[in-house]
Nanobody
Framework: VQLQASGGGLVQPGGSLRLSCAASGRTFSPSAMGWFRQVTGKEPEFVAAYIYSLRNTYYNESVKGRFTMSRDNAKSTVYLHMNSLKPEDTAVYYC?????????????????????WGHGTLVTVST
């Protein structure tokens, strides 16, 4: 399974971006897909995730109301729509996936709940 994130770039504060994450490789039915972000020198931070069995999306409090996660199952792609971007949203954004075993809700924000990771895409929010 390969995950490819794209859509990052430079945007002014208050602007918007849409990140995409396409899954490819062998037939893959994820139990959960997630987005994380990392600033140099810091641990990766959970941003959002979708649990397929529960049909529910989970967000970090810092992005609630500004970011929306969506998916296109036919394209095996998930999206992260980011609005009202702030300088503190600047980071490398990674998508991650979990297959097989069902995701436990309490572990949705844990990095090690996701065996599959894509290369990151850089988002810079600056004037």
């Amino acid at each position: 399974v390969q995950l490819q994130a794209s859509g990052g770039g430079l945007v002014q504060p208050g602007g918007s971006l849409r990140l995409s994450c396409a899954a490819s490789g062998r037939t893959f039915s994820p139990s959960a897909m997630g987005w994380f972000r990392q600033v140099t020198g810091k641990e990766p931070e959970f941003v959002a995730a979708y649990i397929y069995s529960l049909r529910n999306t989970y967000y970090n409090e810092s992005v609630k109301g500004r970011f929306t996660m969506s998916r296109d199952n036919a394209k095996s792609t998930v999206y992260l729509h980011m609005n009202s971007l702030k300088p503190e949203d600047t980071a490398v954004y990674y998508c991650a996936a979990r297959g097989g075993a069902r995701m436990i809700t309490s572990l949705v924000s844990a990095q090690n709940s996701y065996p599959y990771w894509g290369h990151g895409t850089l988002v810079t929010v600056s004037t």
